[in-house]
């Protein structure tokens, strides 16, 4: 009698606390990350011509430290990711700027979403490749050229969310705040703002990728420096850990991105849904109880 009490504790106890690390989402993130890691080990035992994770992360450290390549050559990482970042940053915030303005405008009026959806979707049918050239054909060599590239990448992206996040407005709170006479700077405020916000960040992380991908086409078939310039001259210099080392560099810039930047300001935006939420939670266990 003594052990079935004791195996009934045990499983209403539940799974123990090592079960449940191993089945978090950390967890299963680092598990991934390491397969990945043994896959690519793998592939380099089948051709020579993969560098394995140990090369790129030596190559990384030279790129970083400004270590020697043999020759004259130098690592270099610095001074072109920090070209690449200025470029991408006013481009991305041109874009997003003109994508938020434009998604609200569309999305408030049907006379302007008539005008420039096909417009707005023949922007989203054209890659960023096509992009990088045509500002090369436009502005030559020239700073403008990735900016302009990285801001009509991003730009459509944007005013589709935003646009889609104004159109869930539903009528019959537009109608309530007009007839309670809310001022129209607040109706932005408190109604547009909070309905959009989700998409905006959705719009926003698309930006980013696309900006991104934008940029480090242009630097590699025009630019004179920058992550895209590096990537393609050790890629022309058949040294292919290099070419790699840079493709796992910008690869790493996004998802710390991601991460660091973009998951907190949606967690400190969305904090009052979550608040909501936990309350829903306590009155329903409550009225359960």
């Given at each position: 009698?003594?052990?079935?009490?004791?195996?009934?504790?045990?499983?209403?106890?539940?799974?123990?606390?090592?079960?449940?690390?191993?089945?978090?989402?950390?967890?299963?993130?680092?598990?991934?990350?390491?397969?990945?890691?043994?896959?690519?080990?793998?592939?380099?035992l089948?051709?020579?011509?993969?560098?394995?994770?140990?090369?790129?992360?030596?190559?990384?450290?030279?790129?970083?430290?400004?270590?020697?390549?043999?020759?004259?050559?130098?690592?270099?990482?610095?001074?072109?990711?920090?070209?690449?970042?200025?470029?991408?940053?006013?481009?991305?915030?041109?874009?997003?700027?003109?994508?938020l303005?434009i998604?609200?405008?569309?999305?408030s009026?049907?006379?302007?979403?008539?005008?420039?959806?096909?417009?707005?979707?023949?922007?989203?049918?054209?890659?960023a490749i096509?992009?990088?050239?045509?500002?090369?054909?436009?502005?030559?060599?020239?700073?403008?050229?990735?900016?302009?590239?990285?801001?009509?990448?991003?730009?459509?992206f944007?005013?589709?969310?935003?646009?889609?996040?104004?159109?869930?407005?539903?009528?019959?709170?537009?109608?309530?705040?007009?007839?309670?006479?809310?001022?129209?700077?607040?109706?932005?405020?408190?109604?547009?703002?909070?309905?959009?916000?989700?998409?905006?960040?959705?719009?926003?992380?698309?930006?980013?990728?696309?900006?991104?991908?934008?940029?480090l086409?242009?630097?590699?078939?025009?630019?004179?420096?920058?992550?895209?310039?590096?990537?393609?001259?050790?890629?022309?210099?058949?040294?292919?850990?290099?070419?790699?080392?840079?493709?796992?560099?910008?690869?790493?810039?996004?998802?710390?991105?991601?991460?660091?930047?973009?998951?907190?300001?949606?967690?400190?935006?969305?904090?009052w849904?979550?608040?909501?939420?936990?309350?829903?939670?306590?009155?329903?266990?409550?009225?359960g109880?």
């Amino acid at each position: 009698m003594a052990s079935v009490g004791h195996t009934v504790t045990a499983t209403v106890a539940g799974p123990s606390r090592v079960v449940k690390r191993l089945r978090s989402p950390m967890a299963a993130r680092w598990t991934s990350a390491i397969a990945f890691l043994l896959g690519w080990q793998l592939v380099t035992l089948v051709s020579t011509r993969v560098p394995s994770p140990v090369r790129v992360l030596e190559f990384l450290w030279l790129e970083v430290s400004g270590g020697s390549h043999g020759g004259v050559v130098r690592g270099e990482f610095i001074e072109h990711f920090l070209g690449t970042l200025g470029r991408y940053t006013i481009g991305l915030v041109i874009g997003f700027t003109a994508g938020l303005l434009i998604g609200v405008l569309i999305g408030s009026s049907s006379l302007a979403r008539a005008l420039a959806s096909d417009s707005i979707l023949v922007l989203l049918a054209l890659p960023a490749i096509v992009w990088a050239f045509l500002t090369t054909m436009w502005f030559g060599i020239d700073v403008k050229a990735p900016i302009v590239t990285v801001a009509l990448s991003a730009f459509p992206f944007v005013v589709v969310n935003v646009a889609q996040g104004v159109r869930s407005i539903t009528p019959d709170l537009r109608r309530m705040t007009a007839a309670f006479g809310v001022e129209r700077w607040k109706q932005f405020r408190y109604l547009t703002l909070g309905a959009i916000s989700g998409y905006v960040f959705a719009g926003l992380r698309f930006a980013v990728i696309i900006g991104w991908n934008g940029v480090l086409l242009w630097e590699w078939f025009a630019g004179q420096n920058g992550v895209g310039f590096r990537t393609r001259y050790w890629y022309d210099a058949n040294r292919y850990q290099g070419f790699v080392g840079w493709v796992v560099a910008f690869i790493v810039f996004i998802v710390l991105l991601d991460r660091f930047v973009f998951a907190r300001l949606e967690r400190r935006a969305f904090r009052w849904r979550d608040r909501a939420t936990d309350v829903e939670i306590i009155e329903e266990t409550t009225m359960g109880l």
